[in-house]
Nanobody
Framework: QVQLVESGGGLVQAGGSLRLSCAASGSIISINYMGWYRQAPGKQRELVAGIATGGTTNYAESVKGRFTISRDNAKNTVYLQMNSLKPEDTAVYYC??????????????WGQGTQVTVSS
């Protein structure tokens, strides 16, 4: 099994910044892809940003130029630096990892979510 623990959410004014962290632990052999998704009230969960083991990244158009995803492979941790936050960024942010484990092989895992609220 893989556990993902997120931290760093909170309340911030528009134009401010937050940094989210997500640490993966468990019987992990390797993690291929890690990403951040978000879900606002009444909306579907959407991909915010993702990063592969080699560092290749992808972003939602709405956050390009404002958010930066990075990872520390040695720590199995992914980060999301969010700058120039807007009220429409308000959502629960979820960490995601595609991991290969000793007991279950390949699987997709999710964190419990962390609330990000941007006030206008």
């Amino acid at each position: 099994q893989v556990q993902l623990v997120e931290s760093g959410g909170g309340l911030v004014q528009a134009g401010g910044s937050l940094r989210l962290s997500c640490a993966a632990s468990g019987s992990i052999i390797s993690i291929n892809y890690m990403g951040w998704y978000r879900q606002a009230p009444g909306k579907q969960r959407e991909l915010v940003a993702g990063i592969a083991t080699g560092g290749t990244t992808n972003y939602a158009e709405s956050v390009k130029g404002r958010f930066t995803i990075s990872r520390d492979n040695a720590k199995n941790t992914v980060y999301l630096q969010m700058n120039s936050l807007k009220p429409e960024d308000t959502a629960v942010y979820y960490c995601n990892a595609d991991a290969y484990t000793y007991y279950t092989g390949s699987g997709r895992y999710w964190g419990q979510g962390t609330q990000v609220t941007v006030s206008s």
